[in-house]
């Protein structure tokens, strides 16, 4: 590690927290980011960036030039909220009613920012561009991800890293894998339709909730006992709705659940085993069945190479264990950046039980140890100035 590096993230940090605390406690939701965005292209013009704005919406990028050729390596990170009320007790907490950072993106921008501050200090150290991408709505599908890149935020980008803080890993520690890492997340509504009437002649009425309670448990037949058990795979019911009234049987119910996959052929498979299952369990009651599939953000799928980058670079400049992480059935837009350039997605440690952070993602209490942003941030720094001169780990070492 350069001492040089290390000074310069001792003056950095003050400010990355900062960052995070305002952000926190003024978060906006998924396609609304307009101040947060104000907020970063002002932190980036500040810094003499050459910065746009309105890229896919409130997406916000900055470029740094070394002035000598080379590659343009990108950075990725998120900057919307989530309609969760904050639970917290501090003075951070989030004073828009409704709404917080309950995944960390607020860091992620922080983290950002500095990277960017801290590398045009250092444009001595390495060559070509830097692109730096804020990203709006990545917790909402359809994402931020695919309107920038319709609007050019990759055009002449060689590599892209991007970092999630992860509060299940401690603080300091970084991980990823190879390929597969975090699952493609699809939406399904089921409506059912049967015959209403009253509770005590239920002869006479089709009732939907029986048949949603069985489809309910039936669904679950299709990663048990029709998933190849080698291939991971998840259908959760999330929502069972159905009634108004204690002796009323109810003519609709809707389910609404998710289907977690990595594999496009096992994505496919389990899309038409539910409508089959639905369709045929309806049929069983005497009801009739609707689904609406939606399709959600693709498998994120690292590159072995960039993966490889990570690795040599995690190795030298964590402050944690660095590890290979299990397969994430969680969901991630980086992934359609994937599909388009060489790169890897990797999660720094965010957790901390003895400073009670130990609550997850998207909870009402969720917080970081704000000492993983420095991990962070050096990783970003060393991938971006390093990308020419980091050697590629081979398997086996």
């Not at 250092?122 to 309107?147: D, N, T, V, Y």
């Not at 991630?332 to 130990?358: H, M, S, T, W």
């Amino acid at each position: 590690m350069s001492e040089t590096l290390e000074q310069q993230l001792d003056e950095w940090f003050p400010r990355m927290i900062e960052w995070r605390r305002h952000l926190h406690r003024n978060p906006e939701l998924s396609y609304r980011e307009t101040e947060t965005s104000r907020m970063v292209a002002e932190v980036l013009r500040k810094l003499g960036l050459e910065t746009e704005t309105g890229i896919g919406g409130h997406g916000v990028t900055g470029l740094i030039d070394s002035g000598k050729p080379g590659p343009t390596i990108a950075l990725r990170a998120d900057m919307d909220a989530l309609p969760i009320r904050d639970g917290k007790s501090c003075d951070y907490a989030s004073q828009v009613d409704g709404v917080m950072h309950a995944c960390g993106h607020d860091a992620h921008t922080s983290v950002l920012l500095a990277a960017a501050g801290i590398l045009k200090e250092r444009k001595e150290h390495w060559s070509g561009k830097i692109k730096l991408i804020f990203q709006p709505a990545e917790e909402m599908s359809p994402g931020g991800a695919q309107p920038m890149i319709r609007d050019g935020v990759l055009t002449g980008v060689d590599a892209i890293y991007g970092i999630h803080l992860w509060t299940p890993y401690p603080a300091g520690s970084i991980s990823t894998r190879p390929g597969p890492f975090m699952a493609a997340a699809d939406e399904f509504t089921i409506t059912i339709k049967g015959k209403g009437g009253h509770g005590g002649l239920p002869h006479e009425t089709v009732d939907s909730l029986v048949v949603g309670a069985h489809l309910a448990v039936n669904l679950q037949a299709i990663v048990s006992r029709n998933l190849d058990p080698t291939e991971p795979g998840v259908v959760s019911i999330g929502s069972i709705q159905a009634g108004t009234s204690f002796n009323v049987i109810a003519d609709l119910c809707t389910l609404n659940g998710t289907v977690r996959t990595f594999n496009v052929e096992v994505r496919d498979y389990i899309r038409q085993r539910l409508k089959e299952i639905t369709r045929h369990t309806c049929a069983m009651f005497g009801a009739e069945g609707e689904v609406e599939y939606k399709l959600g953000y693709p498998p994120v799928i690292n590159h072995e190479r960039e993966t490889q980058r990570v690795w040599k670079a995690a190795e030298a400049h964590a402050d944690g264990e660095v590890f290979t992480s299990p397969l994430i059935m969680a969901a991630e837009d980086f992934a359609y950046y994937l599909q388009k350039v060489p790169g890897c997605f990797l999660f720094v440690g965010a957790g901390n039980p003895e400073k009670g952070i130990v609550h997850p993602h998207h909870h009402p209490k969720f917080d970081i140890d704000e000492s993983c942003m420095r991990t962070a941030a050096r990783l970003f720094v060393r991938l971006a100035e390093g990308y020419t001169d980091l050697p590629v780990r081979q398997p086996g070492e």
